[in-house]
């Protein structure tokens, strides 16, 4: 079984300023990985994956996130925020399966909240 | 191209009644999964549907369950509703075909609340 741990509940930054949402995985097989977008009253969006190749991934809205196996880690990252990026974040993890997996394993959210 | 819709947007229930929540997935998508979402709990997994069968299933009790219809849309049902149903729950649709599906489209979700 896998797990997804976001240390941080909630992320304070000034406009404009950097964030990084960091993301932690458990797993006894090869994965994938998601990060979601979540505002108020609203579904899901996906906001980039990593499924293979460059450990690099960029996004929707200037996101990127860096895969890690040995530290089995997908950090979040946006070099300058905008107000408009106050929303809910979530980290996530398929398994690598022969047979198809749709399943989605969450972390806990990590609230970015940008100060004007 | 139409999103993933959900019907009711809101749901109010009576502890011990029964609810039936509907999903319909993109067009051309073939698999819907289930997830509740509470503030204890966070995201957790209910079941995928492709093709009409179930094919994954997460740890919820039996009181929980769905089904899929020829077109891909798809229906959840809660019965004997504990206050603890009380949820937000979401619906996602994806192409997966084969073994190969990795992104998946969420609906707005349904908020049921029991009382």
């Known amino acids: 079984a896998q797990s997804v741990t976001q240390l941080d509940s909630q992320v304070p930054v000034f406009e404009e300023a950097p964030v990084e949402l960091r993301c932690n995985y458990s797993?006894?097989?090869?994965?994938?990985l998601f990060w979601y977008v979540q505002y108020p009253n609203q579904g899901l969006q996906l906001l980039l994956k990593y499924l293979s190749g460059s450990t690099l991934v960029k996004g929707i809205n200037g996101f990127e996130a860096e895969f890690n196996k040995s530290q089995t880690s997908f950090h979040l990252r946006k070099p300058s925020v905008h107000i408009s990026d106050t929303a809910e974040y979530f980290c996530a993890v398929s398994e690598r399966s022969n047979f198809g997996n749709e399943k989605l394993t969450f972390g806990t959210g990590t609230r970015l909240t940008i100060i004007p | 191209k139409a999103g993933v819709t959900q019907t009711p947007r809101y749901l109010i229930k009576t502890r011990g009644q029964q609810v039936t929540l509907s999903c319909s997935p993109i067009?051309?998508?073939?698999?819907v999964s289930w997830y509740q979402q509470t503030p204890g709990q966070g995201l957790q997994f209910l079941f995928e549907?492709?093709?009409?069968?179930?094919?994954n299933k997460g740890n919820f009790p039996g009181r929980f369950s769905g089904r899929q219809f020829s077109n891909s849309r798809s229906e959840m049902n809660v019965s004997t509703l504990e206050l603890g149903d009380s949820a937000l729950y979401l619906c996602?649709?994806?192409?997966?075909?084969?073994?190969?599906?990795?992104?998946?489209?969420f609906g707005p979700g349904t908020r049921l609340t029991v009382t």
């Open positions: 797993s006894s097989v090869s994965v994938y």
């Open positions: 067009s051309g998508h073939r698999s």
């Open positions: 549907y492709f093709s009409e069968t179930q094919r």
């Open positions: 996602a649709s994806s192409k997966r075909s084969g073994v190969y599906s990795y992104e998946q489209y």
